[in-house]
């Protein structure tokens, strides 16, 4: 499985931006999907996830009620729309994937794929 991040960019603080990850190979054998964060000077961080379908979602305390995933089956892409965004959310912005799982995890080490970050960042 592969993964392609993108999406980000500049945005002023309280603007949106929509970021993407689209899957390619294997997608058939994703069983759920995550979205981690780093900032500069920081570790990575966990800030959302869900299951392939979309269908069931978990997000960090950080970011919920601003932020939302959402799936396009046909594209087999998962989308991180981002909303009311502060400076604090100034990161470079992974997806990643896993093959299995019982429950949705904010693990890093419970994925499997990683995508190549986008930056994103947000000015005051």
């Known amino acids: 499985v592969q993964l392609q991040a993108s999406g980000g960019g500049l945005v002023q603080a309280g603007g949106s931006l929509r970021l993407s990850c689209v899957a390619s190979g294997r997608t058939d054998s994703i069983h759920d999907v995550g979205w981690f964060r780093q900032a500069p000077g920081k570790e990575r961080e966990f800030v959302a996830a869900a299951t392939w379908s979309a269908g069931i979602t978990t997000y960090a305390d950080a970011v919920k009620g601003r932020f939302r995933i959402s799936r396009d089956n046909d594209k087999n892409t998962i989308y991180l729309h981002m909303n009311s965004l502060k400076p604090k959310d100034t990161a470079l912005y992974y997806c990643?994937?896993?093959?299995?799982?019982?429950?949705?995890?904010?693990?890093?080490?419970?994925?499997?794929?990683w995508g190549q970050g986008t930056l994103v960042t947000v000015s005051s």
């Open positions: 990643a994937a896993r093959r299995s799982g019982v429950a949705l995890t904010s693990r890093e080490s419970r994925y499997d794929y």
